[in-house]
């Protein structure tokens, strides 16, 4: 399920949920859980209990997508509604596990490389420059955080336009690129770093010739690339574990607020701006602004792109 666009992913979960609607009509009984709606209080109940966990918030409109993602789950524990899996992820000794799986379940994952050229653009000509002049004496370094990184190509990404345009000019620059999700099955993939011709597609040809090698239907990425990038898993809600990943210099944040409430975006974007060094920046996606979640950055723009930086 990974690398497919929220359209696809929504197309697949109505079509899941036809399925099942078919299975009824096969004559598979209502009482399985595959079959089920929830109902009002059910859909409050699952609402709060995965904010709570992890900021993500599903409107009223997303209902038979949370219903077809969660039916996956209670149909592979062989459950049988949806309050025994909330009661199995409240109780059970293996319910830490089964939040991994949950989340995968729950998130989205769509990503590609250079998804945003004017960002990264911005990066090597404007901002890394800008903040290796402030930083006094010949040891400079500098630090990226692709916070809901996906299967890696955004911090991928950031790695080879450094290692273009920035290496050849500061050659002993320490780098440090580090990518983080809360769904482990995508950070895993991101560490293997190999990728389907979806992932590509938007690549530049000099990139895609130099930093990544053909097998089969697969494109693997360089290996120093590879070699500049960490990745972990880290939920954006947990507070403790955003204070542990230090100070960073910029912080890739796009396509994930769009999940969020109000109230959590505004948490997340509070908890990165206490993350981020002084003079450094903040990029969120596109069709994504910070208008009435936070005034604490400076606006900032470059060609084609905007960045928020700490003042
Ligand atoms: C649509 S992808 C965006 C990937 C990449 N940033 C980009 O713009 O191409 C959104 C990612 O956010 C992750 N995510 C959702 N909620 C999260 C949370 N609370 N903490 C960390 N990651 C989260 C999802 O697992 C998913 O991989």
Known sequence: ????????????????????????????????????????????????????????????????????????RIKHLKLSSYAQYLQY???????????????????????????????ADALVNNIIPELLAKQPGS????????????????????????????????PTLKVEIIGTDINYAVVEAAKKGVFKEYSIRNTPPLYLK??????????????????????????????????????????????VLIYFDLQSKIKVVNNLYNSLNPNGYLFIGYSETLHGISKAFKLVSFPKTIGYKKG
Do not use: H
């Open 1 to 72: 399920m990974l690398n497919t666009s929220p359209t696809l992913r929504s197309t697949l979960g109505s079509s899941l949920r036809s399925n099942s609607l078919g299975k009824l009509n096969l004559g598979l009984g209502n009482t399985s859980a595959q079959t089920q709606k929830l109902t009002p209080q059910e859909f409050e109940e699952w609402r709060k209990y995965i904010y709570d966990l992890c900021g993500i918030y599903f409107q009223d409109n997303k209902k038979y997508l949370l219903e077809s993602r969660l039916q996956k």
């Open 89 to 119: 992820l409240k109780t059970n000794p293996k319910r830490e596990q089964e939040k991994i799986q949950l989340f995968e379940a729950i998130t989205i994952n769509e990503t590609y490389f250079f998804r945003n050229q004017p960002q």
């Open 139 to 170: 040891f400079k370094r500098i630090r990226i955080w692709s916070a809901a990184s996906s299967t890696g190509e955004e911090a991928y990404t950031a790695a080879m336009v450094i290692n273009e345009i920035i290496l050849p000019k500061y």
């Open 210 to 255: 130099k930093y990544f090698r053909k097998e089969g239907n697969s494109y693997l990425i360089d290996q120093k690339i590879k070699n500049m990038v960490k990745f972990k898993t880290l939920n954006l809600y947990d507070e403790v574990g955003i204070r542990m990943m230090g100070k960073t210099d910029v912080i890739y944040c796009a396509n």
